[in-house]
Structures are given as C-alpha cells and as structure tokens.
C-alpha cells in the first residue's frame, strides 16, 4: 500500500484493522502507533496513514464530529497525492461511521463515491465492500427489494475473492431482507449459514447479529420461547464484548418476545371467558 512514497507493511497494517473489526480498540490504537513510529524513523511522512487509524479509532469511540474532521483532511490528502484506493477506502470508513449516526443520506453517497474509484482502478475489497454498504443503507431503511440486487452483487465479489467471513456478513443482510419480504425460509437457510461461519471464525461481534437475527425468525413465527433462548444468546455475547448498542437491542428484544408471550396468554384467557 503506497502512502506518499512510503510503503506500509501490510500485515501490520491488516492486524490493526482486524483488532478494529474485533473490538480491540486499544490494540489497534497500539498496533498504529507504533507503525507510525517506524515510518517517522524511516524518514517518512506519515501524516495520512495516522489520519485514518485516528479518524477510525475516533468513530469507533462514538468521537464522530472529531472522527470526519480526521477523514476529510486524510481524502483530501489521498485526493491531493492521486492515491485513488486509498481514497475510496477512506470513504468506504467514513460512510460506515455516517450509517453508525443513521445519516444514510451522507453513507449512501460515500459507498458511491467509492464505487466509482474502485470500478475505474478495480480491487475486490473496494468494490465488494460498496456494494455491501449500498445495499446496507437501503436494507436498514426497509428498502428490500431494492437492496437485494445490491448485495447480490457484493455476494458474487466476496465469493469470488473467497472471503468467508465477508460472504457471511452479506448473508446476514440478505436473510434481513427475505425476511422483511415474508420468506422466513430463506432467511433462517442464510442464517444458518452465517452462523456456522462466525461461529467457526470466533467473530464474536457478527456472531451474536446473526443469533439475534435468527431470534427475530422465531418471534416473527410466533415461537416466542425459542426467540427469547436466542435473544439470551446474543445478549451473553453482547455483555461479553462489552457492545452497549447491541446490549440495550438485545435486552429490548427479550423483553419484546415476553410481551407477546403475555399478550397471547391474555388472548387464550379471553376467548376461554
């Protein structure tokens, strides 16, 4: 990876992405640092690679008017040296902090900016990872049908790159999305899919989305009992990890599949009168 005529050692730099993705944050903000230290020993100038392990760490702590800030200098650094992947990769953080924030107006646009660089300079992550977040925006804004060709599309990239836990991820999405249009077959069929692979992975945080989306099935099916020893699950995890949005999703959830429980016990007691 170029970064202003220096070259970024790629496995430290996936390491700390991979400690981000896993919810490490000190270790990815230690990971950084020192190969910030390294390229400043080396005589090197630094400045975008520290902007977006900052602007990135940032976010993930909720910091998101500091965290664009660090963004748009890093892009108009990247823009400024014609570093066109490293641009669109920018983007495709900074959209994915803007969804974070429900502004799916301003992800939506990012995700396409980077589609538009990653379709002129190519790259299976750039492109993979656009469409994903597309279809991410209109799937969460209950846009199914419209979503679906969307990660689709992202799909056939993730599978041809052979990225397993990529491949899960959109699965997860698209179960949303089937489930949404009514096929709860489907959606448990990709599911189960995505479980085993998280599972296998050790994914912690992808794990229990798909355990509370697998609960979601059962609930909307109307076996409340089994949503709730799914929702339980993902909230372990959750506690786990230490994930205060899903904790308080989760536990929303638990308590959503109790009151059907009781709204049901009061129907059967009605009609029994």
Not at 118 to 143: D, P, T, V
Not at 160 to 183: K, Q, R, T, Y
Not at 225 to 241: F, N, V
């Amino acid at each position: 990876m170029k970064l202003l005529g220096l070259t970024a050692e790629p496995a430290i730099a996936e390491h700390a992405r991979e400690r981000m993705r896993l919810g490490d944050l000190v270790g990815a903000k230690t990971t950084a640092e020192a190969e910030i230290q390294r390229l400043g020993q080396e005589g090197n100038t630094p400045e975008l690679w520290r902007l977006r392990f900052r602007g990135a760490y940032t976010g993930f702590l909720g910091r998101n008017e500091a965290a664009h800030n660090l963004f748009a200098e890093a892009e108009s650094l990247a823009r400024e040296a014609g570093l066109r992947k490293l641009e669109a990769d920018v983007y495709l953080t900074r959209a994915f902090i803007f969804f974070r924030q429900k502004d799916y107006v301003s992800s939506d646009r990012l995700f396409r900016a980077a589609l538009q660089i990653a379709e002129q300079i190519g790259g299976w992550y750039l492109r993979g990872q656009s469409f994903w977040g597309i279809g991410k925006n209109l799937m969460i804004q209950e846009h199914y049908q419209e979503a679906i060709p969307w990660l689709n599309e992202s799909l056939v990239i993730f599978e041809e790159a052979n990225a397993p836990l990529s491949i899960a991820m959109v699965w997860s999405e698209l179960a949303v999305c089937h489930l949404g249009l009514g096929d709860d077959t489907k959606a448990m069929e990709l599911l189960r899919k995505a479980e085993r692979v998280n599972y296998d992975s050790g994914v912690l945080h992808n794990y229990q989305v798909v355990l509370a989306n697998i609960g979601n099935i059962y609930l909307h099916s109307g076996d409340y009992l089994t949503s709730i020893e799914y929702y339980r699950r993902a909230l372990a995890l959750a506690r786990e990890i230490k994930d205060p949005v899903s904790i308080k999703k989760w536990t929303r959830n638990v308590n959503l599949a109790y009151a059907r429980i009781r709204q049901s016990v009061n129907q059967a007691n009605r009609v029994c009168r």
